[in-house]
């Protein structure tokens, strides 16, 4: 378990080094075949974040909402995890054979799984905000739907230059194509 714990916070620091446009940010990362088996265990992190995540988006949904009734059961759960971590590996197999940097994919796969870990806390610092009274549930649906998905963006698309080493437009088109393909499986799934 140290191990993970010590390669997740290896992952992190990779995630903030690209997202601060550092040359070394791959300096953290065990970019080895058992390294990106191991960045998987993200997911494994995420647990605790996405209930703690849900809880505060089923709160916020019936104070913004209190007629609606919203449910989650284990399916919908599975469904998200499967969507969370099995599509993007498959859609990014894809890609990188479309764009020619194939032997860039374990680079690629391997940071955005540690993104997907920073992306889910930025989530639970939202919700944390909000479940301790620091924002009401207006400025929450603000800073969650414009601020996160402006970040999501962001860090996908700054995922997809460093890791596949490729210029801004390419980069930012590769790295989009999953969000875009994401949001489809979503409304997909429901």
């Known amino acids: 378990m140290i191990r993970l714990v010590a390669e997740a916070w290896g992952g992190l620091i990779a995630v903030t080094r690209a997202i601060a446009f550092r040359d070394d940010w791959q300096a953290p990362l065990n ?8 960045s998987f ?21 019936a104070d913004l909402a209190p007629d609606a009734s919203i449910t989650y059961d284990a399916g919908d759960f599975l469904a998200d ?54 924002a009401n549930a207006e400025t929450t649906a603000f800073i969650y739907t ?3 998905l402006f970040f999501r963006f962001f860090l996908h698309a700054r995922i997809a230059m460093v890791a596949l080493d490729l210029p ?21 799934l429901r």
């Not at 993200?42 to 916020?60: D, K, N, V």
């Open 146 to 148: 414009f601020a996160y």
């Open 81 to 134: 995890m499967g969507r969370i971590w099995l599509a993007f590996p498959l859609i990014a197999a894809l890609l990188v054979r479309l764009a020619g940097v194939k032997h860039r994919y374990v680079h690629w796969l391997v940071l955005h799984n540690w993104a997907v870990l920073f992306l889910f806390a930025f989530q639970g610092l939202i919700f944390v905000l909000f479940l301790a009274g620091l």
């Open 31 to 38: 970019l080895s075949a058992a390294g990106l088996i191991r």
């Open 41 to 61: 265990s993200a997911a494994l992190f995420t647990l605790p974040i996405f209930w703690f995540t849900l809880q505060g988006a089923m709160r916020l949904s």
């Open 168 to 188: 801004a437009g390419r980069g930012i088109a590769l790295g989009l194509i999953p969000v875009f393909a994401d949001f489809m499986l979503i409304q997909l």
